[in-house]
């Protein structure tokens, strides 16, 4: 199985007994480090192995996610890595459009893929994997411009930073794209991610208590007006954005032939049944990809 070539960090607080992405992680083999303030130290230490867990220089600063996000990044660039990964602690799996079934899949390859992908073109600053809740089986293996959640490969390079206690992925997002760059949104690889205020711990109580969503909302309208409005959505208030402004063309990097690229690359992954396959459908998914493996291995040999 390939593995992510970039760090892989998560934001953590309050979820040493029900981190979810850690443990995800760690059943797929992926290398992580789980980043927590000082006084949660042992408490993950003790869930996940001290080796996984980062501590943060300060606590309780009532400011959100993003001071920790920014000293992330910064421990990133020391480590001279090019790119970080950086995901919510709420993600259940990594599932991954196949025949137009969202299928369970290890992580390590999704991650690579991703990587392969963000890699090529000089502009991307931000890519990563959507929620499983909104990928459907005509969805597009992929869409540019638009917010990158929850689960974001950044490049280190950028100028811009965290900056938000509330809807501070989306910011980032606008950020770089009012600067030119450009993000990538894959459909093809995607994430479980739990809805916000479901699960006990994160910033759940400082930031959604009362009008939290409200504010929320409003804050981000009044950093970016004119792209940004107030709505309701889902039953809530819901900032709005106006992504179709944002129309930058990926572009490919001058040392990247796409000819020579594998036609067919699955860095690992063979779909197989975890448990008895009763859909006839699913059945014939899983008999034409042994076929079609055969067949690669007979044309290879």
């Known amino acids: 199985m390939s593995l992510p070539r970039y760090p892989v960090y998560i934001v953590s607080k309050g979820r040493a007994d029900n981190g979810l992405t850690a443990k995800f992680l760690a059943r797929d083999?992926?290398?992580?480090r789980l980043v927590v303030?000082?006084?949660?130290?042992?408490?993950?230490?003790?869930?996940?192995?001290?080796?996984?867990v980062l501590v943060l220089p300060f606590s309780n600063l009532g400011k959100g996610s993003f001071p920790a996000r920014n000293w992330i990044w910064e421990h990133a660039k020391e480590s001279g890595a090019a790119r970080h990964w950086i995901l919510d602690d709420n993600i259940g799996g990594v599932r991954r459009l196949y025949g137009g079934e969202r299928i369970p899949s290890d992580s390590?390859?999704?991650f690579r893929a991703v990587e392969e992908f963000a890699d090529r073109y000089s502009n991307v600053a931000i890519a990563g994997m959507n929620y499983q809740m909104f990928v459907t089986p005509t969805s597009p293996p992929y869409r540019t411009n638009v917010h990158v959640y929850s689960c974001l490969l950044i490049r280190?390079?950028?100028p811009h930073r965290w900056r938000l206690r509330y809807n501070e992925d989306t910011d980032l997002c606008l950020q770089v794209l009012?600067?030119?760059?450009?993000t990538v949104l894959v459909n093809v690889f995607m994430v479980d991610k739990k809805t916000t205020m479901t699960m006990k711990g994160?910033?759940?109580?400082?930031?959604?208590?009362?009008?939290g969503r409200l504010r929320m909302a409003r804050s981000l309208e009044r950093v970016w007006p004119g792209i940004v409005t107030t709505g309701w959505r889902w039953g809530r208030p819901q900032h709005v954005v106006d992504w179709g402004r944002f129309r930058t063309p990926l572009e490919l990097r001058e040392d990247v032939d796409l000819d020579s690229l594998p036609k067919r690359d699955e860095f690992g992954l063979?779909?197989?049944?975890?448990?008895?396959?009763?859909?006839?459908?699913?059945?014939?998914?899983l008999d034409r990809f042994h076929e079609q493996s055969r067949s690669r291995t007979e044309a290879g040999s």
């Open 202 to 211: 994160g910033n759940s109580d400082e930031l959604y208590v009362e009008d």
């Open 178 to 182: 009012a600067d030119g760059f450009a």
């Open 37 to 52: 303030e000082p006084q949660e130290e042992d408490a993950y230490s003790r869930a996940f192995g001290r080796e996984n």
């Open 108 to 110: 390590g390859p999704a």
């Open 156 to 158: 280190n390079d950028l």
């Open 29 to 32: 083999g992926v290398p992580y």
């Open 270 to 285: 063979r779909l197989e049944a975890i448990r008895p396959v009763e859909s006839d459908y699913l059945r014939g998914l």
